[in-house]
């Protein structure tokens, strides 16, 4: 524990021990986030029918988009601030903290004037079914709204998790989740609100939640920022969108990806998207514990780096992998056995296309369970990767997911029906993995013959 900022050090101890205790928390996190989101669609689907749920499911692509952008950015900036950390600079922390927030407030500003102008156009590019068209939009508008908020709590969350600060997120996260589960039940089944109630209740959930990480922030007092903090410096601003950038056109390039896709499927009509969109949504409760630990990751692999300990960094990859690989197998062997009740929660069983719709669902989720550890070895590799400051590999990585995903998406259901869509997702996780895996050693091997430079110089 750091003695001036309270945050837990990642320099010292087990590793196996460290990414476990930063990763619960993150985790927690995550399945409070996931659960509202979980009980938005739900909620949709349950009350408002199978339209309601495919005309959410239409744009998901669209909406994660905006968000994987925002995400990116942010937690690009944390990765510098993380290493910072480690090495001890606080004076150059709080530097860096201050152009990051300025970086921050810039990339909020353009991607809700971006995302309100190409809405309606986008739309009608993905093919969405005009039944259902209004819906899509009436629910995007709200959302798009509310992204500087978004921007604040990643941004807010991904500083505090570079400085060994896992719990604040989720204590803030689970807030979110309570209330927008509340909130919920109030505008779409109190006040029958719509797809409008459940956009509403996200963003008062997400307010909540950026306001308690922020307020955390501006209580550590080595991060009390002066005058002087706050100069721009355009080095240091070419050095933070260095980190921040790649990531975020890595997540770019994957959602244009699954845009591309989200065509197809809103080919298929109504049934498939709606069957197609409960496990999408459920595929985020699968891949809880792999961002988390890829988050974990991150972190111990910044800080590590900041402190010059590369042997430690191996030793965190090798625990990470078996962590991962031993939670995948965990989570599918349990989802197997209790995926298409839970399926059936997202759609409503008194319609003519639910029975198809849950058939779509479970098809869907039994093929990502076969390939989840892929997965969880993709997020573990590829956040060490970035941890070590190298963002463009995992970019690459994100290019290979793009032609993987929509190759996979034009070709196979030519020649294997509408499972072609679904096995375009699985095989873009295996061409990640294929990127990541030998980079990690590559970035691992010139990382290490940089420092032993810097030493010999010394």
Request: aromatic letters at 8%; one cysteine or more.
């Amino acid at each position: 524990m750091n003695q001036q900022t309270g945050m837990m050090v990642q320099t010292e101890g087990s590793p196996w021990r460290l990414l476990l205790l930063f990763s619960l928390p993150l985790m927690a996190g995550n399945i409070f986030q996931q659960m509202y989101t979980v009980v938005d669609t739900a909620v949709v689907g349950k009350v408002l029918g199978v339209d309601a749920l495919a005309a959410l499911g239409a744009v998901d692509w669209l909406n994660w988009l905006t968000l994987g952008t925002i995400q990116g950015f942010t937690q690009g900036f944390s990765i510098l601030l993380a290493q910072r950390f480690g090495a001890g600079d606080y004076g150059r922390l709080r530097h860096a903290m201050a152009n990051a927030i300025f970086l921050s407030v810039l990339c909020a500003l353009a991607v809700t004037a971006g995302s309100e102008a190409l809405a309606e156009p986008v739309v009608i590019l993905l093919r969405t079914p005009e039944e259902i068209r209004h819906i899509s939009m009436a629910y995007l508008r709200l959302l798009f709204a509310g992204l500087p908020v978004v921007t604040a709590y990643n941004f807010a969350a991904a500083a505090l998790r570079a400085l060994g600060d896992g719990r604040t997120p989720l204590i803030a996260m689970a807030a979110a989740s309570v209330t927008n589960i509340g909130l919920d039940f109030l505008f779409v089944l109190g006040f029958r609100w719509g797809v409008r109630g459940a956009a509403v209740a996200t963003i008062i959930a997400q307010c909540l939640a950026a306001g308690c990480c922020v307020w955390r922030l501006c209580r550590i007092e080595a991060l009390r920022l002066s005058r002087e903090d706050w100069r721009i410096d355009p080095a240091l601003c070419g050095r933070l969108m260095t980190l921040g950038l790649p990531m975020a056109a890595q997540n770019m390039i994957i959602a244009v990806g699954g845009m591309i896709i989200q065509t197809i499927v809103n080919g298929f009509g109504v049934a498939f998207i709606a069957g197609y969109t409960a496990t999408n949504k459920l595929y985020g409760v699968l891949e809880i514990a792999a961002t988390s630990y890829g988050y974990a990751m991150t972190t111990y692999t910044g800080q590590n780096l900041g402190a010059g300990r590369l042997d430690r960094i191996s030793r965190g990859m090798r625990a990470g992998l078996v962590i991962a690989l031993l939670t995948s197998a965990a989570i599918s062997a349990v989802m197997f056995l209790g995926g298409r009740w839970v399926l059936s929660c997202f759609i409503s069983a008194g319609e003519a296309q639910s029975g198809e719709a849950l058939d779509v669902a479970v098809r869907y989720l039994h093929l990502m369970l076969l390939c989840l550890p892929v997965l969880y070895i993709l997020h573990v590799t590829r956040s060490c990767i970035q941890g070590l400051g190298n963002t463009l590999l995992p970019m690459t990585s994100g290019i290979s997911e793009f032609f993987v995903r929509t190759g996979g998406a034009l070709l196979l259901p030519a020649v294997i029906g509408e499972a072609g869509v679904m096995w375009a997702e699985v095989l873009a996780w295996i061409g990640a993995d294929i990127i990541l895996v030998p980079s990690y050693f590559y970035v691992m091997g010139r990382t290490r013959r940089r420092l032993a430079e810097t030493e010999e110089a010394a």
